[in-house]
């Protein structure tokens, strides 16, 4: 195969054992993770992105070694499609730590930046290994310096309500003295239907979109559900959940029109 994540470093001080060490995608990957490492270690509170950054950053690294180690196209194919993926769930995690205020967004670029060149890499390496290509993956990335848009995904209107709801919840949970678990599941709820709208939006192929955008359907609802739960044990009142509520509704509405798209049927 050739392409530019397929050029060698020559780095006198460093000695390759396996052939994916000396792929530029593979060390730019190892770069991202030292700097997800020490972001991560800078952020003392207890927040799902933090965890999902750290293991989809790793998950980057495992995928594009396997992937380099597989003997058929399409198993090459679908490891880059799955990094590619855990590329745009880091960046999605970037942004929930964003507006929740774990982290500046001017602190987080570098790490955008790298996970941007790692993803254009990925889809070079689908181009020269997919036997037929069904669409256009440049639709899947986009950069603007001016409004630090790097993916396609941060343009969607379901996306940026989505953030807006995991932003949302974050100041809520700081106002409302919850229980633990129930603000644990709160917390990893509203984030995952951020991340999987992300992740989704990567995939090759229209069933493994749908089914992200499922998860971030039913993530949605369920986070609807444990808000009920905090006024049902007099954490919050209902008054106090109409701006959540409400976000909520617009992502919900927004997913299942997107599913029924897909779906080519009414919903």
Not at 8 to 23: I, K, N, Q, Y
Not at 36 to 63: C, F, M, N, P
Not at 64 to 87: F, K, L, M, V, Y
Not at 138 to 151: G, P
């Amino acid at each position: 195969m050739r392409g530019n994540a397929y050029r060698v470093r020559h780095d006198s001080a460093s000695t390759t054992v396996f052939d994916h060490e000396s792929l530029h995608v593979h060390q730019d990957a190892l770069t991202f993770v030292a700097w997800a490492h020490e972001l991560i270690a800078q952020i003392r509170e207890s927040v799902a992105a933090k965890d999902h950054l750290d293991r989809a950053a790793d998950g980057i690294v495992r995928t594009i070694a396997r992937g380099n180690a597989q003997w058929s196209p399409e198993e090459r194919r679908t490891s880059w499609d799955s990094a590619h993926g855990s590329c745009l769930e880091c960046a999605a995690c970037l942004d929930v730590l964003a507006v929740q205020q774990a982290g500046d967004r001017a602190e987080l670029l570098p790490g955008k930046e790298t996970l941007f060149s790692i993803v254009n890499m990925l889809l070079a390496l689908q181009r020269s290994t997919a036997v037929q290509i069904q669409e256009r993956r440049e639709e899947y990335v986009a950069k603007c310096a001016s409004d630090h848009t790097f993916f396609a995904h941060e343009r969607l209107d379901v996306y940026q309500v989505a953030l807006a709801t995991a932003g949302w919840m974050h100041s809520f949970l700081q106002g409302h003295p919850a229980p633990s678990g129930l603000r644990r599941r709160l917390d990893a709820s509203s984030t995952s239907v951020v991340l999987n709208i992300a992740e989704g939006n990567a995939r090759f192929l229209q069933l493994d979109h749908r089914r992200f955008l499922r998860i971030a359907h039913t993530a949605a609802v369920h986070t609807a559900a444990c808000l009920d739960l905090t006024v049902a044990r007099k954490s919050a009142s209902a008054a106090d959940l109409d701006e959540g509520k409400r976000l909520l509704k617009r992502v919900t509405s927004m997913l299942v029109a997107m599913i029924g798209k897909m779906w080519n049927v009414d919903v």
